[in-house]
């Protein structure tokens, strides 16, 4: 028994290629460099977010805290907490809307047999070749022409109409190839098409809806440009992005416990604060994609 042990050791330490130990080894060494210079400037502001502020002037940037500032990011949550609740309340709204409304569209593009369908859904992402940015002053106009500037419908509106025409393109791409024989069992069940909608298209689709959902929630709380020209007038209404220079001033003004300001560790401490939400969408979506079970609507 012991042999048979030696011999898959042997055998193993005889692989060539990408699978012999030495190619294994170089591409573990590889992949932990890598991992280290992505989480390096992570790490960089971790360490200056629990300095003080005569640590940050006189030390190095590599210099440990001689004593861990935990009050600065009492004083960086105390600032962001409200843009931040605003953000993703309103990207919360926005992702919700345009994915029923979405999914309801490629619904009927993939289940519905009417004149003209395949004529219609090129029209509809006809505009996926225009750059967003063409779209911009014409949108603002439009706000402003309906007196919804300054409030979050002036975001929550476009976020939802803008983010419909990928949407369709994916949910249709995606519902195309699940089997039609559970959507005619439906029916002849006597299902309509509400029912069927939410019963069976929305579970079986429900992958792929919480990776776009993720993508897109990601892309409302990181959004500077838009919300800075409709908040411009009352950015404490606003969403955080715009916001963010302003709150970080106002946290490193902040007086801790011992009579000093917090300084830029508290700054530092807000930018860690703010990405938050952004980490545990992240970790979520990666859950769908890694395991699969976007795919689980498939015709595997």
């Not at 959004?223 to 908040?231: E, G």
Request: aromatic fraction near 12%; hydrophobic fraction near 50%.
């Amino acid at each position: 028994m012991r042999e048979n042990s030696f011999a898959a050791v042997r055998h193993k330490m005889r692989k060539r290629g990408i699978n012999g130990v030495v190619a294994q080894s170089v591409l573990i060494f590889y992949l932990a460099l890598m991992l280290f210079f992505t989480l390096l400037p992570v790490i960089i502001t971790v360490i200056l977010s629990l300095k003080t502020e005569q640590d940050i002037s006189t030390g190095s940037l590599w210099s440990l805290p001689s004593r861990i500032q935990w009050e600065n990011y009492s004083s960086a949550i105390i600032e962001a907490l409200p843009n931040m609740g605003i953000t993703i309340f309103i990207a919360l709204v926005s992702v919700v809307a345009m994915t029923l409304l979405s999914a309801f569209s490629a619904y009927i593009f993939v289940r519905k047999r009417f004149p003209g369908r395949n004529l219609l859904f090129y029209l509809v992402i006809l505009p996926m070749l225009v750059p967003g940015v063409v779209s911009l002053t014409p949108q603002y106009l439009n706000i402003v022409q309906m007196n919804l500037l300054g409030s979050w419908f002036a975001v929550i509106l476009p976020y939802i109409a803008g983010n419909q025409i990928a949407s369709i393109f994916l949910f249709r791409t995606f519902m195309a190839q699940q089997p039609a024989d559970i959507y005619e069992a439906a029916e002849i069940d006597g299902s309509g098409d509400v029912r069927t909608y939410f019963s069976l298209c929305l579970p079986m689709t429900f992958g792929i809806i919480m990776v776009q959902g993720v993508s897109i929630f990601s892309a409302i709380y990181n959004d500077y440009l838009w919300p800075l020209m409709i908040f411009m007038n009352n950015p404490e209404h606003g969403t955080l992005m715009p916001a963010l220079k302003d709150l970080a001033v106002k946290a490193s003004e902040a007086i801790l416990s011992d009579g000093t300001m917090a300084g830029r560790g508290a700054t530092y401490a807000l930018y860690l604060v703010s990405g938050i939400p952004l980490v545990i969408t992240t970790v979520i979506g990666l859950k769908f994609f890694i395991d699969g079970e976007f795919a689980s609507g498939l015709k595997l």
